[in-house]
T-cell receptor, first 118, second 113 residues
Framework: GAVVSQHPSWVICKSGTSVKIECRSL??????MFWYRQFPKQSLMLMAT?????????EQGVEKDKFLINHASLTLSTLTVTSAHPEDSSFYIC??????????????FGPGTRLTVL | QKEVEQNSGPLSVPEGAIASLNCTYS??????FFWYRQYSGKSPELIMS????GDKEDGRFTAQLNKASQYVSLLIRDSQPSDSATYLC?????????????FGQGTELSVKP
């Protein structure tokens, strides 16, 4: 099956610093990747859609200047949390869109990155 | 009305029983349907995808799709304690831009030994 990796799996940082999270599709090319955030006991919340070679599309209420997304290749998207604060502490999960066989269009999730901001 | 609805549960079944998870969706043009399993503290894992009406079986899992009634279900046969997780129903609209999935709130399943 399709494999998506994320790095790092967890990170602890000081308030005010920036953190970069990488999302890679390992065995397929993904022109589209998605970034989600999930707080404990809550549902997945889509933050943005990352498109290779173009600007990301952000969901309503998500600050594009705070959550910088770059999708420079067909297998890599990065999310940078700038000037992180304790309220940004969360579980960040990416997914990659696999448009494989005719008629199939599937998202595969990475293992997630747990961010703790002190 | 929410676009994708699931009972939040928890749904509790004894080990070996059939667990039945249901999901309804509001948009008739929806074309692709998915079930993901999410263990506590982990990311979602794809269990089943279904694109046409009827049943699709994969091991102990069967997905059922009825577009006329706008529902999709997941049956888990011979439920095991390891199946205890939150199950997410997701829908992909055919005219949706960029393949964004619409998720239900998830159904928590507990399989008791």
């Amino acid at each position: 099956g399709a494999v998506v990796s994320q790095h790092p799996s967890w990170v602890i940082c000081k308030s005010g610093t920036s953190v970069k999270i990488e999302c890679r599709s390992l065995d397929f090319q993904a022109t589209t990747m998605f970034w989600y955030r999930q707080f404990p006991k809550q549902s997945l919340m889509l933050m943005a859609t990352s498109n290779e070679g173009s600007k990301a599309t952000y969901e309503q209420g998500v600050e594009k200047d705070k959550f910088l997304i770059n999708h420079a290749s067909l297998t890599l998207s990065t999310l940078t949390v700038t000037s992180a604060h304790p309220e940004d502490s969360s579980f960040y999960i990416c997914s990659a869109r696999d448009q494989g066989l005719a008629g199939t269009d599937t998202q595969y999730f990475g293992p997630g990155t747990r961010l703790t901001v002190l | 009305q929410k676009e994708v609805e699931q009972n939040s549960g928890p749904l509790s079944v004894p080990e070996g029983a059939i667990a039945s998870l249901n999901c309804t969706y509001s948009d008739r043009v929806s074309q692709s349907f998915f079930w993901y399993r999410q263990y506590s503290g982990k990311s979602p894992e794809l269990i089943m995808s279904i694109y046409s009406n009827g049943d699709k079986e994969d091991g102990r899992f069967t997905a059922q799709l009825n577009k006329a009634s706008q529902y999709v279900s997941l049956l888990i046969r011979d439920s095991q304690p390891s199946d205890s997780a939150t199950y997410l129903c997701a829908v992909n609209l055919i005219y949706n831009q960029g393949g964004k999935l619409i998720f239900g709130q998830g159904t928590e399943l507990s399989v008791k030994p």
